[in-house]
């Protein structure tokens, strides 16, 4: 009973966004079936309140299908962003999380990710707390390496999964998640060092590392700003 009246206010959340939450609109956008008792029971808990064929969120309301809706738009933007999963997978898989994604857990994607403002399909992610406390820092954000310029450091989060045999190459050089990179130069490759070892990565691989930059780290600053890329471990075209 709990997952239909939260789809059912999901549902007028999501229709409100584009139109008018007609009781037609929001029973063709919702992915569970309900009846007049349903919306009863919603009313009669100050969830809903009706305006003629208006289905409309109370103040209760909102507060739970606005975490809903945040909780499903940053499962989708992590599953696209980390497992690079095709539409109908992670739509089914976020379907699922945002009834049990607690609020500190989303807010931990949502620091991960940098705090997007929209899922992979362009849609408004509500704000959270962290993103009001973490807007101006930078320390949380993740990005591709490719973002990063000569004299910056990061750890590294993860390798694309789509690059299955990138990520084993990268892994037997040394370059795991956790390990913390000083990128050294950008052209003509992209020249990163890490723990004694130097590579130098092509756009296109260097684009599948995603990292969190790290600010004032002194102690790396000796692996910063070199301007060869020296005697390399490895070298993908």
């Not at 009863?40 to 969830?47: Q, S």
């Not at 975490?67 to 976020?94: P, S």
């Not at 990710?113 to 362009?122: A, M, T």
């Amino acid at each position: 009973m709990r997952r239909l009246e939260e789809e059912i206010l999901e549902a007028i959340w999501v229709v409100a966004e584009s139109g008018v939450p007609s009781i037609e609109a929001v029973r063709a956008r919702c992915d569970e079936e309900f009846t007049e008792a349903d919306l009863g029971r919603l009313e009669a808990t100050g969830k809903v309140s009706r305006s003629e064929n208006e289905l409309l969120l109370t103040a209760r309301g909102k507060r739970r299908a606005r975490m809903l809706v945040r909780c499903h738009r940053l499962a989708e933007a992590l599953l696209h962003t980390v497992f690079d999963l095709n539409w109908e997978t992670r739509e089914a898989i976020a379907c699922d999380v945002e009834h049990t994604l607690v609020p500190e857990l989303a807010d931990g994607i949502c620091t991960l990710l940098g705090h997007p403002s929209e899922c992979p399909d362009g849609k408004p992610i509500p704000p959270g707390a962290c993103c009001i406390s973490h807007r101006q820092s930078i320390d949380c954000r993740v990005m591709p390496l490719t973002e990063l310029g000569p004299g910056r450091t990061a750890r590294v989060l993860f390798v694309k999964t789509g690059s299955t045999d990138r990520a084993q190459q990268l892994t037997a050089c040394g370059l795991v998640p956790g390990i913390t990179i000083a990128v050294f130069q950008r052209t003509p490759a992209f020249g990163i060092s890490f723990e004694g070892t130097e590579l130098a990565l092509d756009r296109a691989v260097a684009a599948d590392i995603f990292v969190s930059p790290i600010e004032h780290r002194e102690d790396r600053d000796e692996a910063v700003g070199r301007e060869r890329v020296g005697d390399l471990c490895r070298h993908w075209d």
